[in-house]
Protein backbone atom coordinates (compact mmCIF):
# COMPACT_ATOMS: atom_id res chain seq x y z
CA UNK A 1 0.00 0.00 0.00
CA UNK A 2 1.57 3.39 -1.01
CA UNK A 3 1.75 5.78 1.90
CA UNK A 4 0.23 8.90 0.33
CA UNK A 5 -3.26 7.85 -2.05
CA UNK A 6 -4.94 10.30 -4.15
CA UNK A 7 -8.04 9.56 -5.90
CA UNK A 8 -9.63 10.32 -8.20
CA UNK A 9 -6.66 9.34 -11.01
CA UNK A 10 -8.17 11.16 -13.53
CA UNK A 11 -11.45 14.14 -13.18
CA UNK A 12 -12.78 15.77 -16.35
CA UNK A 13 -14.69 18.63 -15.80
CA UNK A 14 -16.52 21.18 -17.74
CA UNK A 15 -15.38 24.59 -17.05
CA UNK A 16 -16.67 26.59 -14.52
CA UNK A 17 -17.67 23.41 -12.02
CA UNK A 18 -16.33 23.55 -8.72
CA UNK A 19 -13.19 20.43 -8.49
CA UNK A 20 -11.90 18.59 -5.56
CA UNK A 21 -8.77 15.91 -5.22
CA UNK A 22 -8.43 13.92 -2.31
CA UNK A 23 -5.23 12.67 -0.66
CA UNK A 24 -4.62 10.14 2.25
CA UNK A 25 -1.60 9.54 4.05
CA UNK A 26 -0.77 6.99 6.40
CA UNK A 27 2.35 7.95 7.97
CA UNK A 28 3.24 10.57 10.49
CA UNK A 29 3.93 14.16 8.61
CA UNK A 30 5.47 17.31 9.05
CA UNK A 31 3.62 18.88 6.17
CA UNK A 32 1.85 18.08 3.34
CA UNK A 33 2.34 19.13 0.33
CA UNK A 34 0.01 20.22 -3.30
CA UNK A 35 1.92 20.46 -6.37
CA UNK A 36 0.58 21.34 -9.84
CA UNK A 37 2.40 19.28 -13.02
CA UNK A 38 1.90 21.11 -16.95
CA UNK A 39 2.87 18.94 -19.68
CA UNK A 40 5.88 19.30 -19.83
CA UNK A 41 7.49 18.67 -16.67
CA UNK A 42 7.25 21.77 -14.81
CA UNK A 43 6.52 21.67 -11.05
CA UNK A 44 5.15 24.15 -9.17
CA UNK A 45 4.12 23.94 -5.37
CA UNK A 46 0.97 25.28 -4.83
CA UNK A 47 0.50 24.95 -0.96
CA UNK A 48 2.18 23.45 1.75
CA UNK A 49 0.29 23.01 5.37
CA UNK A 50 0.24 21.15 8.24
CA UNK A 51 -3.28 22.07 10.06
CA UNK A 52 -6.28 23.64 9.19
CA UNK A 53 -6.87 26.16 5.65
CA UNK A 54 -5.10 27.77 2.90
CA UNK A 55 -6.48 30.04 0.37
CA UNK A 56 -5.07 31.24 -3.24
CA UNK A 57 -6.79 32.88 -5.36
CA UNK A 58 -9.48 30.17 -6.93
CA UNK A 59 -7.43 27.37 -5.03
CA UNK A 60 -8.17 26.02 -1.56
CA UNK A 61 -6.15 23.67 0.62
CA UNK A 62 -7.61 21.29 3.67
CA UNK A 63 -5.88 19.38 5.67
CA UNK A 64 -7.53 17.23 8.67
CA UNK A 65 -4.42 15.53 10.79
CA UNK A 66 -6.72 13.21 12.38
CA UNK A 67 -7.97 11.46 9.88
CA UNK A 68 -4.88 11.88 7.38
CA UNK A 69 -6.59 13.35 4.92
CA UNK A 70 -6.54 16.02 2.92
CA UNK A 71 -8.20 17.61 -0.11
CA UNK A 72 -7.61 20.48 -2.61
CA UNK A 73 -10.42 22.37 -4.39
CA UNK A 74 -10.65 24.73 -7.61
CA UNK A 75 -13.13 26.87 -7.81
CA UNK A 76 -14.41 27.67 -10.86
CA UNK A 77 -12.50 25.71 -12.73
CA UNK A 78 -10.72 27.16 -15.84
CA UNK A 79 -9.34 24.86 -19.02
CA UNK A 80 -5.85 26.37 -17.92
CA UNK A 81 -6.16 24.68 -14.67
CA UNK A 82 -6.09 21.44 -16.67
CA UNK A 83 -2.77 19.80 -15.17
CA UNK A 84 -1.62 16.94 -12.80
CA UNK A 85 -1.88 17.54 -9.40
CA UNK A 86 0.06 15.81 -6.89
CA UNK A 87 0.07 15.78 -3.37
CA UNK A 88 3.62 15.21 -1.20
CA UNK A 89 3.84 14.29 2.41
CA UNK A 90 7.11 15.55 4.48
CA UNK A 91 8.02 14.26 7.59
CA UNK A 92 9.25 11.02 9.51
CA UNK A 93 8.33 8.69 6.58
CA UNK A 94 9.77 5.40 6.64
CA UNK A 95 13.36 6.68 8.59
CA UNK A 96 13.59 9.88 7.13
CA UNK A 97 13.00 13.15 8.48
CA UNK A 98 12.77 15.43 5.42
CA UNK A 99 11.55 13.71 2.14
CA UNK A 100 8.80 14.06 0.06
CA UNK A 101 6.96 10.95 -0.49
CA UNK A 102 4.34 11.11 -3.52
CA UNK A 103 1.21 10.38 -4.65
CA UNK A 104 0.51 9.07 -7.98
CA UNK A 105 -1.11 12.39 -8.87
CA UNK A 106 -4.30 13.06 -10.63
CA UNK A 107 -4.54 14.11 -14.39
CA UNK A 108 -7.21 16.73 -14.78
CA UNK A 109 -8.39 18.11 -17.58
CA UNK A 110 -11.38 20.85 -17.75
CA UNK A 111 -13.16 21.16 -21.26
CA UNK A 112 -14.29 24.56 -22.15
CA UNK B 1 14.81 36.33 -8.50
CA UNK B 2 15.88 33.88 -10.77
CA UNK B 3 14.43 30.56 -10.51
CA UNK B 4 16.17 26.77 -9.83
CA UNK B 5 18.20 25.89 -13.22
CA UNK B 6 18.68 22.86 -14.06
CA UNK B 7 21.07 21.70 -17.39
CA UNK B 8 21.21 20.55 -19.54
CA UNK B 9 17.53 20.25 -20.36
CA UNK B 10 17.89 16.95 -22.58
CA UNK B 11 20.61 13.74 -22.95
CA UNK B 12 20.44 11.26 -24.76
CA UNK B 13 22.83 8.44 -23.42
CA UNK B 14 24.11 4.60 -24.09
CA UNK B 15 23.64 2.15 -21.44
CA UNK B 16 26.64 1.42 -19.33
CA UNK B 17 27.64 5.60 -20.14
CA UNK B 18 27.41 7.50 -17.30
CA UNK B 19 25.64 11.03 -16.72
CA UNK B 20 26.42 13.93 -14.96
CA UNK B 21 23.22 16.38 -14.38
CA UNK B 22 24.03 19.76 -12.84
CA UNK B 23 21.39 21.94 -10.80
CA UNK B 24 21.47 25.70 -9.65
CA UNK B 25 19.22 26.32 -6.50
CA UNK B 26 17.41 29.89 -6.25
CA UNK B 27 19.50 32.33 -4.86
CA UNK B 28 19.74 32.03 -0.56
CA UNK B 29 18.24 28.73 -1.08
CA UNK B 30 20.95 26.33 1.21
CA UNK B 31 18.79 23.12 0.56
CA UNK B 32 19.22 20.96 -2.63
CA UNK B 33 16.80 17.59 -3.58
CA UNK B 34 16.69 15.65 -6.19
CA UNK B 35 13.98 13.82 -7.63
CA UNK B 36 13.17 10.91 -10.63
CA UNK B 37 10.07 10.93 -12.11
CA UNK B 38 9.24 7.64 -14.23
CA UNK B 39 5.56 7.04 -15.71
CA UNK B 40 5.44 3.52 -13.84
CA UNK B 41 7.13 4.57 -10.40
CA UNK B 42 5.50 8.32 -10.57
CA UNK B 43 8.35 10.90 -8.09
CA UNK B 44 10.49 8.76 -6.01
CA UNK B 45 13.27 11.05 -3.72
CA UNK B 46 16.36 10.67 -4.47
CA UNK B 47 18.62 12.65 -1.74
CA UNK B 48 18.70 15.89 -0.35
CA UNK B 49 21.79 17.98 0.43
CA UNK B 50 22.57 20.81 2.82
CA UNK B 51 25.43 22.93 3.66
CA UNK B 52 27.32 20.42 1.31
CA UNK B 53 26.24 17.15 3.05
CA UNK B 54 24.03 14.82 2.01
CA UNK B 55 21.27 14.54 4.72
CA UNK B 56 19.35 12.05 3.54
CA UNK B 57 18.81 9.44 0.65
CA UNK B 58 16.20 7.18 -1.30
CA UNK B 59 16.29 4.21 -2.25
CA UNK B 60 18.26 3.88 -5.16
CA UNK B 61 21.34 1.79 -5.50
CA UNK B 62 24.66 3.02 -4.97
CA UNK B 63 25.08 3.94 -8.77
CA UNK B 64 22.99 7.01 -7.92
CA UNK B 65 25.16 9.83 -6.49
CA UNK B 66 25.49 13.00 -5.66
CA UNK B 67 27.40 16.49 -4.28
CA UNK B 68 26.81 19.72 -3.13
CA UNK B 69 29.54 22.58 -3.59
CA UNK B 70 30.16 25.55 -1.19
CA UNK B 71 27.95 27.69 -3.40
CA UNK B 72 25.00 25.65 -2.98
CA UNK B 73 24.68 24.20 -6.40
CA UNK B 74 24.64 20.53 -6.21
CA UNK B 75 25.11 17.87 -9.20
CA UNK B 76 24.09 14.48 -9.52
CA UNK B 77 25.46 11.37 -11.27
CA UNK B 78 24.47 7.99 -12.33
CA UNK B 79 27.02 5.32 -13.10
CA UNK B 80 26.72 2.05 -15.86
CA UNK B 81 23.36 3.70 -16.97
CA UNK B 82 20.78 0.84 -17.81
CA UNK B 83 17.54 1.85 -19.68
CA UNK B 84 15.57 1.95 -16.55
CA UNK B 85 17.00 5.19 -15.41
CA UNK B 86 15.41 6.87 -18.37
CA UNK B 87 13.42 9.82 -16.54
CA UNK B 88 12.69 12.96 -15.50
CA UNK B 89 14.92 14.01 -13.16
CA UNK B 90 13.93 16.94 -10.76
CA UNK B 91 15.94 19.03 -8.12
CA UNK B 92 14.34 21.78 -5.75
CA UNK B 93 15.67 23.68 -3.89
CA UNK B 94 14.84 25.37 -0.33
CA UNK B 95 15.28 27.89 2.00
CA UNK B 96 16.15 25.21 4.74
CA UNK B 97 15.86 21.58 5.85
CA UNK B 98 12.44 20.46 6.39
CA UNK B 99 9.07 22.33 6.48
CA UNK B 100 9.76 24.84 3.84
CA UNK B 101 8.69 25.22 0.59
CA UNK B 102 10.49 23.79 -2.13
CA UNK B 103 11.17 25.30 -5.61
CA UNK B 104 11.13 22.86 -8.14
CA UNK B 105 13.55 23.23 -11.49
CA UNK B 106 12.45 22.45 -15.18
CA UNK B 107 13.98 19.01 -14.88
CA UNK B 108 16.40 17.17 -17.16
CA UNK B 109 14.80 14.71 -19.39
CA UNK B 110 17.61 11.58 -19.92
CA UNK B 111 16.95 8.87 -22.27
CA UNK B 112 18.96 5.52 -22.24
CA UNK B 113 19.43 3.74 -25.29
Known amino acids: KNEVEQSPQNLTAQEGEFITINCSYS?????LHWLQQHPGGGIVSLFMLSSGKKKHGRLIATINIQEKHSSLHITASHPRDSAVYICAVSGDSGGSNYKLTFGKGTLLTVNP | KAGVTQTPRYLIKTRGQQVTLSCSPISGHRSVSWYQQTPGQGLQFLFE???????NKGNFPGRFSGRQFSNSRSEMNVSTLELGDSALYLCASSLELDYYEQYFGPGTRLTVT
Open chain 2, 49 to 55: YFSETQR
Open chain 1, 27 to 31: VGISA
